[in-house]
């Protein structure tokens, strides 16, 4: 059974706080996702990475960056956190290869409040 | 540019009605679509993707690509469908792009 875990599911930081949101997978995926989810807007890819240490921008990446040093480890950084980025975040992974899309497998999600 | 239309926010239906989740997208190369689930308090989830052609439980949906659309269909709703649902469309390495997603709330 796949698992994707999500270090938190709430955070309150404060306006200008550097902030981590930490994913692991166990399914030893290649791909892995963060997005955020907010009402109306669906979900929105923020950056996503195929390899270790490899990494591409998605939809809205301005003011996050990311980090894969490790295959099974996928982090969301929040530079200098503010109030627009208060939203559900969601990590993902799934298996790599070009013929066609593989599943993705989502973690529980962290609720970040920025105030 | 590619995109995912859901037009429903919301979707009420009576148990037992059938249900229709609209989904329209815009690609130009050959579309891989899929629909998720989010039931409460669970994180999102496969439903099913069109190129296996497969019922999941009771869904189905089929690929039109003259009409651009891969609308969710169930001929009766149970009150256990309620949840959000996302229809998405796949780009390179493996990457999606998703709906706003339409909630379906059915009813006893």
């Known amino acids: 059974d796949v698992k994707v875990t999500q270090s938190s599911r709430y955070l309150v930081k404060r306006t200008g706080e550097k902030v981590f949101l930490e994913c692991v997978q166990d399914m030893d995926h290649e791909n892995m996702f963060w997005y955020r989810q907010d009402p109306g807007l669906g979900l929105r890819l923020i950056y996503f990475?195929?390899?270790?240490?490899?990494?591409e921008k998605g939809d809205i990446p301005e003011g996050y960056s990311v980090s894969r040093e490790k295959k099974e480890r996928f982090s969301l950084i929040l530079e200098s956190a503010s109030t627009n980025q208060t939203s559900m975040y969601l990590c993902?992974?799934?298996?790599?290869?070009?013929?066609?899309?593989?599943?993705?497998?989502f973690g529980p999600g962290t609720r970040l409040t920025v105030t | 540019a590619q995109r995912v239309t859901q037009p429903e926010k919301l979707l009420s239906v009576f148990k037992g009605a059938p249900v229709e989740l609209k989904c329209n997208y815009s690609?130009?190369?050959?579309?891989?679509l899929f629909w998720y689930v989010q039931y409460s308090r669970q994180r999102l989830q496969l439903l099913l993707r069109?190129?296996s052609r497969e019922s999941i439980k009771g869904f189905t949906a089929d690929l039109n690509k003259g009409e651009t659309s891969f609308h969710l269909k169930k001929p009766f709703a149970q009150e256990e469908d309620s949840a959000m649902y996302y229809c998405?469309?796949?780009?390179?390495?493996?990457?999606?792009?998703f709906g706003a997603g339409t909630r379906l709330a059915v009813h006893p």
């Open positions: 993902a992974s799934s298996f790599g290869g070009d013929r066609g899309a593989n599943e993705q497998y």
């Open positions: 690609y130009s190369g050959s579309p891989e």
């Open positions: 998405a469309l796949t780009l390179g390495y493996n990457k999606l792009i």
């Open positions: 069109h190129i």
């Open positions: 990475s195929y390899d270790v240490k490899m990494k």
